[in-house]
Each structure stands twice: as structure tokens, then as C-alpha cells.
Nanobody, 120 residues
Framework: QVQLVESGGGLVQPGGSLRLSCAASGSIFSINAMGWYRQAPGKARELVAVLSSGGSRNFGDSVKGRFTISRDNAKSTVSLQMNSLKPEDTAVYYC??????????????WGQGTQVTVSS
């Protein structure tokens, strides 16, 4: 059993900043990657940022240069620092944990989601 608990969402004005955190607990072993995805109303879920166990980072094109991702391995947490927020960043943000089962088999786990609203 794996649990992901997200925190840090809320309402912020355009140009502002927010920091999201996600803490993983339970049967965690062989983490392949941790990251964040988001889903706006009427749109598909999309990649925001992912940090692999090897340290590589992938960002969605719309957030490059504005968002950063970091991980505390000792605490199994991943954080997303969001700067220069825009109204189009408004969405529900989901934490993702990917565990490696075998060399080519993975299990994905998702948090419950946290709302981020960027509005004046």
C-alpha cells in the first residue's frame, strides 16, 4: 500500500509563487521517478515536472524556466516550486510516484490532487 499526501495548493495572484509538496509513505521501494501532473477543466492531464531516480528532470513546455522540482530522498518527498504563475497554470495538480517492479515494468501511484488557482 502506497499513500501520497499533497500540500501547498491555493489561490495566488498572477506573477506570484506557490510551493507544492508531496510526501510518500507505505510500501515504497525502487522509486523510478516522482513528479507532478496537472489537469485543467475540460483538458487532459499533462506533465508538469518529473524527477527521475537518476536525477534527470523533465518539464512541460509551458512551465520551463518558471517551475523547479526537487526531492528529499530521506523523506520520500517531492516538491514543486512554481514562480511567475499565470492564469493558465490554474488546474488540479497531482503528485505521481512511479515504482520499478522489473526492468521494464512500473506501477504508478497518484495523490488526491491539490487545487492551484491563479487569479487577480
Amino acid at each position: 500500500q502506497v499513500q501520497l499526501v499533497e500540500s501547498g495548493g491555493g489561490l495566488v495572484q498572477p506573477g506570484g509563487s506557490l510551493r507544492l509538496s508531496c510526501a510518500a509513505s507505505g510500501s515504497i521501494f525502487s522509486i523510478n521517478a516522482m513528479g507532478w501532473y496537472r489537469q485543467a477543466p475540460g483538458k487532459a492531464r499533462e506533465l508538469v515536472a518529473v524527477l527521475s531516480s537518476g536525477g534527470s528532470r523533465n518539464f512541460g513546455d509551458s512551465v520551463k524556466g518558471r517551475f523547479t522540482i526537487s526531492r528529499d530522498n530521506a523523506k520520500s518527498t517531492v516538491s514543486l516550486q512554481m514562480n511567475s504563475l499565470k492564469p493558465e497554470d490554474t488546474a488540479v495538480y497531482y503528485c505521481n510516484l512511479q515504482l520499478r517492479i522489473t526492468s521494464n515494468l512500473y506501477n504508478d501511484y497518484w495523490g488526491q490532487g491539490t487545487q492551484v488557482t491563479v487569479s487577480s
